[in-house]
């Protein structure tokens, strides 16, 4: 065989791997983030824009995948543990890891969030849903607990439509 042979067979065998686009049918590379020719977003691919989505929380959608940043989310002070410099430790009261949004509620500045259902390696998910909180900070003294939202980011949004800017 020769070496032009070779390469030919090679090339026939390793064929870029695509996938289609759900929205126009074309077929694109797989690793792209989005669809050039209709401008289905497949996954979000900068930070910046995984921030604007998180700003813009109101307009998740069932479906949609988050993350929620650990240690974000309403805290407790410790009466009786203290950090090495003095200060209460903090003891948080929030959530962490990936969920998959249920559904949005908004109800005022103090009662409104995410219920989400929180997403195990493997692709397993729980059976019951979180009340992620998103509402504004303030402190509940009969709770004396520090209420504040939790920090997210927005991993996959199953609808395209991103925010304006
Ligand atoms: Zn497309």
Same mark, same amino acid.
Not at 15 to 32: D, G, I, L
Not at 81 to 108: A, T
Not at 127 to 136: A, F, H, K, Q, S
């Given at each position: 065989?020769?070496?032009?042979? &070779? *390469?030919?067979?090679?090339? *026939?065998?390793?064929? #870029?791997?695509?996938? &289609? =686009?759900?929205?126009?049918? !074309?077929?694109? /590379?797989?690793?792209? $983030?989005? =669809?050039?020719? =209709?401008? /289905?977003?497949?996954?979000?691919?900068?930070?910046?824009?995984?921030?604007?989505?998180?700003?813009?929380?109101?307009?998740?959608?069932?479906?949609?995948?988050?993350?929620?940043? %650990?240690? !974000?989310?309403?805290?407790?002070?410790?009466? /009786?543990?203290?950090?090495?410099?003095? $200060?209460?430790?903090?003891?948080?009261?929030? /959530?962490?890891?990936?969920?998959?949004?249920?559904?949005?509620?908004?109800?005022? !500045?103090? !009662? =409104?969030?995410?219920?989400?259902?929180?997403?195990?390696?493997?692709?397993?998910?729980? +059976?019951? %849903? &979180?009340?992620?909180?998103?509402?504004? *900070?303030?402190?509940?003294?009969?709770?004396?607990?520090? +209420? &504040?939202?939790?920090?997210?980011?927005?991993?996959?949004?199953?609808?395209?439509?991103?925010?304006? #800017?």
């Amino acid at each position: 065989m020769t070496y032009s042979n &070779e *390469k030919t067979i090679k090339k *026939k065998k390793r064929k #870029a791997p695509q996938k &289609e =686009c759900p929205e126009c049918k !074309s077929m694109v /590379h797989a690793r792209v $983030s989005f =669809c050039r020719e =209709c401008n /289905h977003t497949f996954y979000i691919k900068k930070d910046v824009e995984q921030d604007l989505l998180a700003k813009n929380w109101r307009d998740l959608k069932a479906g949609d995948i988050i993350k929620v940043i %650990t240690g !974000s989310g309403s805290y407790f002070l410790s009466k /009786h543990n203290k950090n090495p410099d003095g $200060s209460p430790l903090r003891i948080g009261m929030g /959530h962490k890891g990936k969920f998959e949004v249920v559904e949005i509620v908004d109800q005022g !500045s103090r !009662s =409104c969030g995410i219920v989400g259902r929180q997403l195990y390696t493997r692709g397993r998910r729980a +059976n019951v %849903t &979180e009340y992620i909180y998103m509402g504004e *900070k303030y402190y509940n003294e009969d709770m004396i607990m520090h +209420n &504040e939202p939790h920090r997210i980011k927005v991993i996959k949004k199953l609808n395209r439509e991103l925010p304006d #800017a």
